[in-house]
């Protein structure tokens, strides 16, 4: 894989083997340097279309987020969206479901989120847990009060990639862009990052036994999340693969395709009628008279 972005997109109707899929590419960038040099760029650009986005108020954006622990979800969060205006930008985590979530369908909690037009949301795990962490732990469904047969294991899962699939394709017929990423990170990485949170203090609040605990599972979370990619990445609503070994270079493939989303929308801000413009030159005659204050 080349480090082209594009190169990272599931299309629809691949087979995706994440064994064939790099964790590590090329890096876009030379040194740390211009790493930083590319990501205000692009954070200054994001920031502008963010404020067009607002301004137009016919689109929403909504980034997914999932991967394995230590992948980087949180970082590559906190620094391509460094330059977001926090007025139009939400981010949910969603971690085991409530008592009050599990009275309702599995899309509840997340569809409540859902940002509105003009904003973006991001969402650091989402509605696909259920497709990942419940079939790799295929015992918590027993916990989730579902009617007899809807846990029949040869289709409660390809049900439920239908319903994801005709909840995205709504979300985009509607005006909300959907792009999911899912940081694919290797074992060997995955365990230096866990001994580093062992090792400075600082970081020994982000570590626990269950994050050791579901290693075990690692080659069934692979196989979980193949096929969630081959079963719910769609034209419309993407799967992107980030190489994820490499944090700073993951962070602005990140950065690039949610660019290219936000170009690709017919965005642009609210034409003044003469009216109005008549007004405003008006009000700018009156301020113009007003002078500055005098002492």
């Given at each position: 894989m080349t480090n082209d972005h594009n190169n990272c997109r599931v299309r629809e109707g691949d087979t995706v083997k994440l064994s064939e899929w790099p964790t590590l590419i090329e890096p876009v960038y030379k040194?740390?340097?211009q790493y930083h040099k590319l990501l205000r760029k692009q954070i200054r650009e994001l920031s502008d279309l963010q404020n067009m986005l607002y301004a137009h108020n016919r689109?929403?954006?909504?980034?997914?987020?999932?991967?394995?622990?230590a992948a980087g979800k949180d970082g590559a969060i906190r620094h391509v969206m460094s330059g977001i205006n926090?007025?139009?930008?939400?981010?949910?985590?969603f971690k085991q479901p409530s008592a009050t979530e599990l009275d309702h369908d599995f899309l509840w909690r997340t569809t409540k989120c859902l940002p509105e037009r003009g904003r973006i949301g991001i969402f650091n795990?989402?509605?696909?847990?259920?497709?990942l962490v419940v079939k790799v732990h295929p015992e918590i469904?027993?916990?989730?009060?579902?009617?007899?047969?809807?846990?029949?294991?040869?289709?409660?899962w390809s049900h439920r990639y239908r319903s994801i699939v005709d909840l995205e394709k709504h979300l985009h017929a509607n005006g909300t862009r959907v792009i999911k990423f899912f940081l694919h990170l290797s074992e060997e990485e995955q365990r230096q990052r866990f001994l580093s949170r062992i090792?400075?203090?600082?970081?020994?609040?982000?570590?626990?036994?269950?994050?050791?605990?579901?290693?075990?599972y690692w080659k069934n979370y692979m196989h979980a999340y193949e096929d969630c990619l081959n079963a719910t990445s769609t034209e419309d609503s993407p799967w992107y693969v980030i190489p994820a070994d490499d944090k700073r270079n993951a962070r602005l493939l990140i950065s690039r395709v949610i660019l290219d989303t936000f170009?690709?929308?017919d965005m642009h801000y609210p034409q003044v009628d003469d009216k109005r413009r008549e007004e405003l030159l008006s009000i700018r005659e009156q301020l113009m008279v007003?002078?500055?204050?005098?002492e």
């Open positions: 040194s740390k340097k689109h929403s954006v909504l980034l997914i987020f999932q991967a394995m622990d926090p007025h139009g930008c939400q981010v949910f985590s795990r989402s509605y696909y847990e259920e497709v469904l027993l916990h989730q009060r579902l009617p007899e047969g809807v846990t029949d294991p040869e289709a409660v090792d400075k203090p600082e970081k020994n609040w982000k570590f626990s036994q269950a994050d050791v605990k579901e290693r075990k170009r690709s929308l007003e002078g500055p204050d005098e």
